[in-house]
T-cell receptor
Framework: GQNIDQPTEMTATEGAIVQINCTYQ??????LFWYQQHAGEAPTFLSY????GLEEKGRFSSFLSRSKGYSYLLLKELQMKDSASYLC???????????FGKGTKLSVIP | SAVISQKPSRDICQRGTSLTIQCQVD?????MFWYRQQPGQSLTLIAT?????????ESGFVIDKFPISRPNLTFSTLTVSNMSPEDSSIYLC???????????????FGSGTRLTVV
């Protein structure tokens, strides 16, 4: 089976940096995804990591350590519009299916 | 990445009736999935929609309750049958697969269907 853990809620200040952690235990591994979901909307793809290391994409970066079963999403220069839920999802070996964590609700305050 | 049109966006249905949700993708995609998202919760996979064959259901979901069709690589439907208030949820389709280099997966979601059963 798959087990994915991430914090339930986080609060950060506009302009700051926030790191959202995700740990996973899976039967095999075929990649880790991060999605952003605003209330009432569909999830939006942010990043995909399959190899160890940091993937940078503008203000967002995602890191993966396969040996530790660990990933984080780093958001820089926070903006109010970044207030959303951030979902960590893992694809198991030999599978294209995604198993989602419960999501981290990020609140950006002035 | 693929763009998905999902409809209806929302519906209010009577107990005991059925609703069919459609997803149309603007390009041929390898994989299509159906998820359910309860209010304030994360996404739970219902099934993988297989082109030209029966869908593959996750534990707790059965074909009689959630029949799925996928006649081609760009279209799929999910039917919520014999609905009860417990079926009130957001239903999302997802599509995607490898890019041309076969090294990266990309999955996008439809806009979701907010179902309320009364």
């Amino acid at each position: 089976g798959q087990n994915i853990d991430q914090p339930t809620e986080m609060t950060a200040t506009e302009g700051a940096i926030v790191q959202i952690n995700c740990t996973y235990q899976t039967s095999g591994f075929n990649g880790l995804f991060w999605y952003q979901q605003h209330a009432g909307e569909a999830p939006t793809f942010l990043s995909y990591n399959v190899l160890d290391g940091l993937e940078e994409k503008g203000r967002f970066s995602s890191f993966l350590s396969r040996s530790k079963g660990y990933s984080y999403l780093l958001l820089k220069e926070l903006q109010m519009k970044d207030s959303a839920s951030y979902l960590c999802a893992v694809s198991g070996a030999g599978s294209y299916q995604l198993t989602f964590g419960k999501g981290t609700k990020l609140s950006v305050i002035p | 990445s693929a763009v998905i049109s999902q409809k209806p966006s929302r519906d209010i249905c009577q107990r005991g009736t059925s609703l069919t949700i459609q997803c149309q993708v603007d390009s041929q995609v390898t994989m299509m999935f159906w998820y359910r998202q309860q209010p304030g919760q994360s996404l739970t996979l219902i099934a993988t929609a297989n082109q030209g064959s029966e869908a593959t259901y996750e534990s707790g979901f059965v074909i009689d309750k959630f029949p799925i069709s996928r006649p081609n690589l760009t279209f799929s439907t999910l039917t919520v049958s014999n609905m009860s208030p417990e079926d009130s949820s957001i239903y999302l389709c997802s599509a995607g697969g490898s890019d041309s280099s076969s090294t990266t997966y990309g999955y996008t979601f439809g806009s979701g269907t907010r179902l309320t059963v009364v």
